[in-house]
């Protein structure tokens, strides 16, 4: 079984960049996606960003295309949202999640964590 872990959401102003890390820990995967899903409050949970763990291909929502950027570091099986260029729009819980795909459907992802806030003051 797979654990997953987010770290560093934070309270930003607008413009403000952050790094969230997400620690994967338990057996190991091969064939997998894993993702970046938000939820803003009163909305539904919508994707932001997904990885293929094996070659490293990349998806974004076009809403954060150019701002946001999915790394992944297979070694110590984490996962990255680097976020760039903050908007009060993107204040939201952010999680992230592994599966199999498709990437950017929630029914594609059978681990989720727990989730870390990031809110955006203008």
């Known amino acids: 079984q797979v654990q997953l872990v987010e770290s560093g959401g934070g309270l930003v102003q607008s413009g403000d960049s952050l790094r969230l890390s997400c620690e994967a820990s338990?057996?190991?995967?091969?064939?997998?996606?894993m993702c970046w899903f938000r939820q803003a409050p009163g909305k539904e949970r919508e994707f932001v960003a997904a990885i293929t763990w094996i070659d490293g291909r990349r998806f974004y929502s076009d809403s954060v295309k150019g701002r946001f950027t999915i790394s992944r570091d297979n070694a110590k099986n984490r996962l990255y949202l680097q976020v760039n260029s903050l908007k009060p729009e993107d204040t939201a819980v952010y999680y992230c999640a592994l599966g199999d795909g498709p990437y950017a459907k929630e029914f594609g992802y059978n681990t989720w964590g727990q989730g870390t806030q990031v809110t955006v003051s203008s």
């Open positions: 338990g057996r190991t995967f091969s064939r997998a996606v």
